[in-house]
């Protein structure tokens, strides 16, 4: 069986919140709401580190990284089991998804969901342009909506908006039953931790810290079963290889002209 | 059946309501939970119209007054059903005068308890998916369920308590049951049955609710198995309260008699639950984490002595410790006055442990980090843009409007209680109902 899942690796993501831009369009996430963000590990505020500076010689201890967060689509997910109506519920192939019809609101999943991973519409959503963004049908005031993995754009066989959209390749969405996929192989590869591992929820949404990886290794839209050929790492860019080289170099005199 | 009725013995009771007409300050006091309830009937058609912007509550900060006030209502809906049910479960008639006041007060409470989940609810027109695809893991569900089976036993409790009273008094409310000997035995049988069942179904009642909250792993102390414990200690500490506080005010100021003795006795008991409760489990629940928490002897003690917000106090300090030192001291404990002011407390103390149960479990949230979670609105309270790394929450004008209007018909359903149901305590009577030529009350 298929069991999507997502790995995040943190050691390319680069901050630069793609992810949740892409996401916000490609779902008509109304004004104020945010189903996916990039979060700043480190200092108080958004883009600052924690620690100290460097100084009197001494050994500086400044540390920060970035931790996109969305809906981690629970394998235990106790948004299911208490939402009262059947609205949200987990589909065959384990994304975590609210049927907007049924829901009455009550926000007994967002006081469960220990990520606060939902949102809620407090009033009738506002979209920019009115007419709304993306491919996705807006959600009505009075419903909880979140990160669907993008499944309508799986269903045809795309990978989500925001791995397509991350220019670090930082994230990587793929079938964990299928130990040849992608994500399989990084998350046995990798050093990797999900968010809030203790509470049990059993997230799908894997976060590589430590050693990089070689990212999301092909281009295009496709879902990786999509592919003709399963991409291997080694055919990626190769961030030390002299092809890569040579092209990050023509990048960037390009870009400068 | 005539010759049934003049069978009777010479000592039968025939109880009557303690309001015989409503009278000027009735119509009054009638009138302003009137305008209370249109008032809160206009405030959620706004709320409807605007959506849950209007509350102060936001993304992070979901759950508000509304599910507070649930809370505690469904813990006041206790008190009269057990004073009326244990004692009649060991066939005892102790408290008898209070049976059926407490139960029309039980139902009152329930009543609203059930009516505040309507405004929280962001499409209360599919509520009806509570019948047609319901999840039986959720904690909901069986809230649903169980709030539900206990207002109906309470209906058919206060019922079969006075439907006898009420046929002897010709009104309709018998609904064909007739003011027989043979029919009161029976309804002996059948008080002891409906007692058998109540009280399972009371302790229930106040587990499920607490389990809404017991079970959510991700909110803080919410996870907690002592948490149905201690809904059940603080539904008998608010429901006896509310029950004396009603007692005292029917006592004062209708033809309700409230016996003296029995309001001691019941102040005792009081005492004792809030003991049970403030204290033992309160206690039982922050020793672990304090010991577990601090290495010194004195920083246990502290941190397992010393609360930590405002509401903690006004529960503990205010709504349990000065309560139960009026009710412990024997001077003070027989005065009405005294009872009175210790039930007041009572209920509001567990007014604010309701209120901070919901802030423990929203205040700070598991995954903290800048700029945190969006708030989904702009806030109507005191921030300034759409990201919260903690949660904030203030009622508004609106939310308040609203639960007025909804305690107010529970205000409304006791005072026609009062006016309709036969609640008069027991006097001794010369003559049948039927044979005074069909008194009936209205
Ligand atoms: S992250 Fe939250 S919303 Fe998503 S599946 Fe887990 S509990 Fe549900
Ligand atoms: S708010 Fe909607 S999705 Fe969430 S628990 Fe309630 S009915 Fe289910
Ligand atoms: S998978 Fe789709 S819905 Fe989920 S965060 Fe990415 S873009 Fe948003």
């Known amino acids: ?257 | 059946m005539s010759g049934e009725v003049t069978e009777r013995s010479a000592t039968s009771t025939v109880r009557s309501p303690v309001v015989s007409s409503f009278g000027t300050v009735s119509k009054v006091w009638l009138g302003h939970l009137g305008v209370l309830l249109v008032a809160g009937l206009g405030a959620w058609a706004y709320q409807l119209q605007q959506g849950l912007v209007v509350t102060g509550m936001r993304n992070v900060f979901s759950w508000g007054l509304y599910i507070m006030l649930f809370v505690m209502f469904v813990g006041l809906s206790a008190g009269g059903l057990i004073i009326s049910s244990a004692p009649k479960f060991f066939h005892s008639d102790r408290y008898e005068g209070f049976a059926r006041l407490g139960v029309l007060v039980s139902l009152a409470c329930i009543i609203v308890a059930g009516l505040l989940i309507l405004p929280d609810i962001g499409r209360p027109e599919r509520l009806y998916q509570f019948f047609t695809s319901p999840d039986f893991r959720s904690p909901m569900v069986w809230d649903f369920g169980i709030v539900v089976l206990y207002g109906v036993l309470n209906v058919w409790y206060l019922w079969l308590l006075t439907r006898r009273d009420l046929a002897a008094r010709g009104s309709r409310l018998a609904f064909g049951a007739e003011d027989t000997q043979a029919g009161r035995e029976r309804d002996r049988t059948l008080l002891f049955w409906t007692a058998a069942v109540a009280l399972p179904t009371a302790v229930m009642l106040h587990s499920v609710t607490g389990w809404i909250f017991a079970t959510q792993v991700g909110r803080g102390d919410w996870f907690s198995p002592l948490v149905a414990p201690v809904f059940i200690a603080k539904a008998l500490v608010s429901g006896l309260g509310l029950l004396l506080v009603v007692s005292i005010l029917a006592d004062r100021y209708t033809g309700f008699d409230a016996d003296r003795d029995e309001l001691t006795s019941l102040g005792k008991m009081l005492g004792i639950f809030l003991a049970f409760h403030v204290v033992y489990l309160l206690a039982a629940e922050r020793l672990p984490h304090a010991w577990a928490d601090h290495f010194g002897f004195w920083a246990i003690t502290s941190e397992f002595l010393i609360g930590d917000s405002i509401y903690f106090w006004l529960w503990t300090g205010v709504g349990g410790a000065v309560p139960l030192v009026l009710l412990a001291t024997p001077q003070l404990r027989k005065r009405l006055s005294v009872i009175f002011v210790a039930g007041v407390l009572a209920v509001f103390g567990t007014l604010f442990e309701g209120i901070r149960l919901v802030f423990t479990g929203y205040e700070s949230v598991n995954i903290d980090a800048a700029p945190g979670i969006s708030l989904g609105g702009e806030y109507a309270g005191v921030t300034t843009d759409i990201w919260a790394t903690t949660g904030v929450y203030t009622p508004t004008v609106i939310e308040l409007v609203v639960t007025a209007g909804i305690v107010a018909v529970g205000a409304l359903i006791v005072t026609v209680g009062l006016r309709y149901v036969p609640l008069q305590r027991q006097t001794e009577q010369e003559r049948y109902a039927a044979d005074s030529g069909g008194g009936g009350c209205d």
């Open chain 1, 1 to 257: 069986m298929t069991n999507y899942g997502l790995v995040i690796d943190q050691e390319r993501c680069i901050g630069c919140h793609s992810c949740a831009m892409s996401c916000k369009q490609e779902n008509n996430v109304p004004m104020g709401q945010a189903w996916n963000r990039v979060l700043t590990v480190g200092g108080d505020h958004i883009d600052t580190p924690e620690g100290s500076y460097p100084e009197d010689g001494d050994d500086g201890t400044l540390e920060m990284s970035y931790q996109p967060t969305a809906c981690q689509h629970c394998e235990n997910a106790p948004c299911v089991k208490v939402c009262p109506v059947n609205a949200t519920y987990k589909r065959e192939d384990g994304i975590v998804e609210i049927d907007y019809d049924k829901c009455i609101g009550c926000r007994y999943c967002m006081a469960a969901c220990p990520y606060n991973a939902r949102v809620f519409n407090w009033d009738e959503p506002q979209h920019r342009p009115e007419e709304g963004t993306g491919d996705v049908e807006e959600r009505p005031q009075g419903v909880v909506e979140k990160c669907t993995f993008c499944s309508h754009r799986v269903e045809e066989g795309l990978d989500p908006a925001c791995v397509v959209n991350c220019p670090a390749d930082a994230r990587i969405f793929g079938d964990l039953d299928d130990d040849g996929s992608t994500v399989s192989k990084y998350v046995a590869e990798y050093d990797t931790n999900r968010l809030l591992d203790e509470k049990g929820t059993d997230p799908k949404t894997y976060y590589i810290q430590g050693e990089m990886s070689p990212g999301r290794p092909w281009k295009g839209k496709e879902l990786e079963s999509e592919l003709d050929e399963q991409p291997t790492p080694e055919e990626a860019d190769d961030p030390d290889s002299e092809e890569s080289m040579r092209r990050a170099t023509a990048d960037a005199v390009w870009g400068d002209d």
